[in-house]
């Protein structure tokens, strides 16, 4: 199976700050990740599709990228709505994988 | 487009339990659909899925014991839950393949 390790599990930063969480693969999955936002109470809501692509309706301050097996999601300038958990999510092959998650307080 | 998903409840370990997901405002025999568990205070585990054509996929944690279906003249997805075990206890989510529409989730306990 694939692992996703991501981190850090948790993280506190103050408004307007630069933020990034990385998921790391123990295989080759390409591109095939997705980053998912949860808030309390709530289902998970995609926020960036295969790796870089935003999806519908997500701020622009949001970006995904990649460097060999570590994915990342960016926030460019926190801001409050954005204090939730983050999760990855592997694709590439089954069993699909979640990261561990990361809870993102603000300051 | 949505998923609403029934069926939760306290279950004492070693019984069954079956959720259903039922599922509206699109064309359900055309997806492909998911269900992913989250433990209490944990995060996501991805556990089956089921293709537009029934064919299905498990995690090995509930290989054998849990079995994915779908009813597609009543636009319903189930997830039939055998052999309970406590570390079975989550919050059962129902997703599209596509990943862009989730239940809001139904609350499984197994205890005694």
């Known amino acids: 199976d694939i692992q996703m390790t991501q981190s850090p599990s948790s993280m506190s930063a103050s408004l307007g700050d630069r933020v990034t969480i990385t998921c790391q693969a123990s295989q080759d999955i390409g591109n095939n990740l997705i980053w998912f936002q949860q808030k309390p109470g709530k289902s998970p809501r995609p926020m960036i599709y295969y790796t870089t692509n935003l999806a519908n309706g997500v701020p622009s301050r949001f970006s995904g990228s990649r460097s060999g097996s570590d994915y990342s999601l960016t926030i460019s300038s926190l801001e409050s709505e954005d204090m939730a958990d983050y999760h990855c999510l592997q694709y590439k092959q089954y069993p699909f994988t979640f990261g561990s998650g990361t809870k993102l307080e603000i300051k | 487009v949505q998923l609403v998903e029934s069926g939760g409840g306290l279950v004492q370990p070693g019984k069954s339990l079956k959720l259903s997901c039922s599922a509206s405002?699109?064309?359900?025999?055309?997806?492909?659909m998911h269900w992913i568990r989250q433990g209490p205070g944990k995060g996501l585990d991805w556990v089956a899925f089921i293709s537009s054509s029934s064919g299905t996929v498990y995690a090995d944690a509930v290989k054998g014991r849990f079995t994915i279906s779908r009813d597609n003249a009543k636009n319903t997805l189930y997830l039939q839950l055998n052999s309970l075990k406590s570390e079975d206890t989550a919050i059962y989510y129902c997703a599209r393949k596509g990943w862009d529409c989730w239940g809001q989730g139904v609350m499984v306990t197994v205890s005694s």
């Open positions: 405002g699109f064309t359900f025999s055309d997806y492909g």
